[in-house]
């Protein structure tokens, strides 16, 4: 199993299954946290969860 649904997952045999994460999702997080930190903003101390999702591929499908 992979991690990050790199496009290689997709075309290597057999075929990888992956966690898919929201990359853009995760960079506009990060840029905001950032400039809230520049801005000298009080940052209350939190986890910041994001939604992942599994691509099921042949790597873990079952036998026939």
């Keep these: ?12 045999e057999p075929s990888l ?14 840029a905001n946290l ?7 903003k009080k940052i209350e101390n939190k986890n910041i969860i994001l939604k ?3 691509i099921e591929r042949r790597s873990t499908a079952q036998f026939k």
């Design 1 to 12: 199993m992979g991690y990050n649904d790199e496009v290689i997952c997709a075309f290597s």
């Design 17 to 30: 299954t992956t966690v898919k994460q929201p990359k853009k999702l995760m960079g506009e997080t990060a």
């Design 34 to 40: 950032l400039i809230d930190i520049i801005e000298r």
């Design 52 to 54: 992942t999702e599994i």
